[in-house]
């Protein structure tokens, strides 16, 4: 075997015109997969937010309407015996099971610039512990409650019907410090409970 054939079999490689048109390739190909790619990340971090916020919603009905169901008496101020741990009050229903005094009661929570939705209980007295059932609530207005009929504007023990509307903030936000975009889209929903008759 001659020197000449020892050198053209170690000189495999690309050329130059094939590294030209690869380069050219990837700077066609590139731009459109990284669109491809913001576009998903955008995306699923909206899909992210949008399930947060309807968690929240599942969260808060699952437990509000078996309470408003089930309820006695309602009332929209702190029964002696089980005080709100929230910041504000929205609504108690009270009832007897048996022979234990039930008392539940939905309040918000403001902590750390963030505001909660939070279910608290206690029986014959005695606090359990707490539930937020709904997380990121809008800062600019409390969640609306509608009690019918009502007495002096406020529910009683004659309301039988109860609706709660809560709105979440639409973009989940890194820090509390961090304020909402334009972009974000608040989500509200509304829950509707009536009192059980015999």
């Known amino acids: ?24 390739v ?11 790619l913001v576009t998903s990340f955008k995306t699923t971090t909206g899909t ?25 008496e309602y009332g929209q101020t702190d029964v002696a015996s089980c005080k709100s741990p929230g910041t504000h009050l929205l609504f108690t229903a ?3 099971n048996g022979t234990d005094a039930v008392v539940t009661g939905y309040a918000t929570l403001d902590s750390g610039g963030e505001r909660s939705l939070i ?15 709904a997380y990121d609530l809008d800062q600019a207005a409390l969640p609306g409650l509608v ?8 529910c009683a023990s004659t309301t039988t019907h109860v609706a709660l509307a809560v709105t979440v903030n639409g973009g989940v936000d890194a820090s509390p410090a961090t304020t909402e975009t334009s972009d974000d889209t608040d989500y ?3 829950l509707n409970g009536t009192r059980r008759t015999s």
């Open 188 to 190: 509200t929903f509304n």
């Open 48 to 72: 992210t937010e949008r399930l947060a916020a309807s968690n929240a919603a599942e969260m808060t009905s699952s437990w509000f309407i078996a309470d408003v169901q089930s309820a006695d």
């Open 1 to 24: 075997m001659s020197i000449l054939d020892r050198v053209r079999r170690d000189d495999a490689g690309f050329t130059l015109p094939e590294l030209l048109v690869a380069v050219a």
């Open 119 to 133: 279910r608290y209980r206690c029986v014959n007295g005695t606090a359990e512990p707490t539930v937020t059932v």
């Open 147 to 154: 009690c019918e009929p009502t007495v002096a504007g406020k």
């Open 94 to 96: 009270s009832r007897t």
């Open 26 to 36: 990837a700077a066609i190909v590139m731009p459109a997969v990284s669109m491809v």
